[in-house]
């Protein structure tokens, strides 16, 4: 069975960036993927390497994924106006484990805590630091639809109301041949 929930990203802050620019501050901001979909924090004017976004975000997560993986991705640029953004590093955090979790219980959480940034020659500079939660989410499609079934069915057979409600356009009344279990379909489907 696939459990879907929401996975919540807090971008707090990093320090220590390896400077892009030499004629100005760092305008940094980070790009965030997780299977498939991606977000973009707000870009800090002058942020420099030390930036604090303190930013959330919300991805969609199910528990198995289709690919069993798990990685979010955490992308810094520095934003130039006159040319190309620049790569600042990334950081990779699998957060398997946490939806696991939160799969089972109902929700799991990671504090924010400080994981390290890697350039591209793969040498590190700096750190992020990033907390992480997940909580499951129930959706109507993943509901078994038998025990439904058989409150609609033990309803008709007793009465022909539904709640209190008097059932009217059924077949009993001659108001169409669908029933109540026709309108109760279209309901749940």
Not at 169 to 176: A, N, S, Y
Request: proline residues 4%.
């Amino acid at each position: 069975m696939v459990v879907r929930g929401l996975l919540q990203i807090h971008l707090v802050d990093a320090r220590d960036l390896k400077a892009m620019d030499t004629t100005s501050r760092m305008d940094p901001y980070v790009i965030l993927r997780y299977m498939g979909q991606e977000r973009k924090s707000r870009v800090l004017r002058e942020g420099g390497s030390n930036p604090t976004w303190n930013e959330t975000f919300t991805f969609q997560a199910e528990y198995p994924s289709p690919d069993n993986q798990h990685n979010l991705v955490l992308k810094i640029m520095d934003e130039d106006t006159f040319s190309a953004d620049d790569f600042a590093g990334a950081a990779t955090i699998n957060v398997g484990d946490l939806v696991q979790l939160g799969a089972e219980k109902g929700s799991a959480e990671l504090p924010p805590h400080r994981y390290r940034v890697v350039l591209a020659d793969r040498s590190y500079q700096g750190d992020i630091r990033v907390g992480v939660s997940f909580k499951r989410k129930v959706l109507l499609d993943s509901l078994p639809l038998f025990p439904i079934w058989i409150c609609l069915f033990s309803r008709v057979n007793h009465g022909g109301d539904i709640g209190g409600w008097k059932v009217s356009g059924g077949v009993r009344d001659g108001g169409g041949g669908r029933g109540v279990a026709g309108r109760w379909w279209r309901l749940i489907v």
